[in-house]
């Protein structure tokens, strides 16, 4: 039997209330009752052949009908005679269709939530009604987000770092944690000048609405001696922000740069060479570093398809940067040492050399072995320093 039933109908009215349709209601006055609900009925066919089961249909019909109204047809069979069939059901009102899926309180709450929008920041009324479960999501939370929204109206690029709003209730994670709304509320809310559109996404959050970033930091060790930036003989490791690395122009000619901590740690010495402390996928910033563009760059990776992903990342800012410790002959040599990618990159990679390539193809395509990994810390320092030797 299709013909529809009680839950199918329920199912109708839930739809209406998932898809936002029912609490957009309450943003704009704009109805959407009464309500005609699809009704799949028996045919006049059914109705001779299957008598019985048509009866059970409307009686099944009739025990919701504090929900909607039915609306009856009288069809005179010409064996049955005359006989009345529900031919349409309606929801007439917004209440009957609340009540029905049992959310009149949440509707109650989200009423609340537009009337405090309405006196503060009416011009997101629109918003409310495109995003109603979202704003409903949010309803501990809305009375803060609309107190950043003033805020930030107030104090346009304010120039400051997030932990430093002032605003009872609100703190730096509060924001970080609800930077996709915001985001949505301050590009409607916020004059157009005060809003760098080149930046976007959770990354450009700060800039984009003129807070202070987190200074980005580079990670380095001089693996020459006479080349140390401080008069120690001691290793070097050294943090500093991206803008005072910028500017170091350190006389160096090779620069290594690995993903692996244990390995940046224990490099070996290297005249006129430095090891930075890799970024993974984060390589934007070191391009501020204009001199390294005139360095010989060495990238050591996981030799594993993000390994070569990374790698043909680097070259889209630093075209010349070569592969290291990441060939076929490296690989095979560590065999017992092998380990298991947990997902592999399967796009095409355009910046990688012929040797690069055969093997990246290899390691995406299984060829030498199930999703194979051979990460930079299981290399032995013997044959690290071997391959120093050579270059």
């Not at 019985?52 to 009856?72: F, M, P, Q």
């Not at 930030?152 to 709003?165: F, S």
């Not at 140390?228 to 910028?246: M, S």
């Not at 298991?340 to 390539?357: F, I, K, M, T, W």
């Amino acid at each position: 039997m299709n013909w529809t039933t009680l839950t199918d109908l329920r199912t109708q009215v839930q739809k209406l209330w998932d898809r936002g349709v029912l609490l957009a209601e309450l943003t704009d006055g704009t109805s959407v009752f009464p309500r005609r609900l699809r009704l799949k009925r028996p045919t006049s066919a059914e109705l001779a052949e299957r008598f019985e089961d048509v009866r059970s249909w409307i009686t099944g019909l009739n025990s919701g009908a504090k929900h909607y109204r039915v609306v009856w047809r009288s069809v005179n069979h010409r064996i049955l005679g005359p006989n009345s069939v529900p031919a349409e059901i309606w929801i007439d009102s917004l209440e009957d269709a609340l009540g029905w899926i049992g959310k009149g309180r949440d509707a109650e709450s989200f009423a609340a939530l537009v009337e405090l929008t309405r006196k503060r920041h009416p011009q997101l009324l629109p918003w409310l009604g495109k995003r109603p479960l979202r704003v409903l999501s949010l309803a501990d939370e809305w009375p803060l987000l609309l107190d950043l929204v003033s805020w930030l109206q107030l104090h346009p690029r304010p120039g400051i770092y997030l932990r430093q709003v002032d605003i009872p209730g609100i703190h730096s994670k509060f924001i970080e944690g609800h930077r996709g709304v915001l985001t949505e509320l301050f590009d409607l809310l916020l004059p157009p000048e005060t809003i760098d559109e080149t930046a976007r996404g959770v990354t450009g959050f700060c800039r984009r609405y003129g807070f202070r970033d987190k200074p980005s930091r580079v990670r380095f060790r001089v693996l020459d001696q006479h080349l140390a930036l401080f008069p120690t003989e001691t290793d070097q490791d050294i943090t500093i922000i991206i803008e005072t690395f910028a500017q170091l122009d350190l006389p160096v000619k090779k620069v290594f740069i690995t993903e692996n901590e244990i390995n940046f740690l224990a490099f070996p010495p290297v005249p006129r060479s430095m090891v930075i402390f890799g970024a993974g996928y984060g390589f934007e910033k070191l391009v501020e570093a204009g001199w390294l563009q005139d360095r010989s760059i060495y990238y050591w990776g996981d030799i594993d398809t993000h390994g070569f992903a990374i790698l043909d990342q680097l070259r889209a800012h630093f075209p010349t940067a070569i592969s290291f410790l990441m060939d076929r002959e490296t690989l095979l040599a560590h065999r017992l040492h092998w380990g298991l990618e947990p997902q592999s990159e399967r796009r095409d990679l355009h910046r990688l050399n012929g040797a690069e390539h055969e093997l990246y193809d290899d390691l995406r395509q299984n060829r030498l072995s199930d999703r194979l990994r051979l990460e930079q810390e299981r290399i032995g320092f013997d044959w690290v320093e071997r391959a120093l030797s050579k270059l």
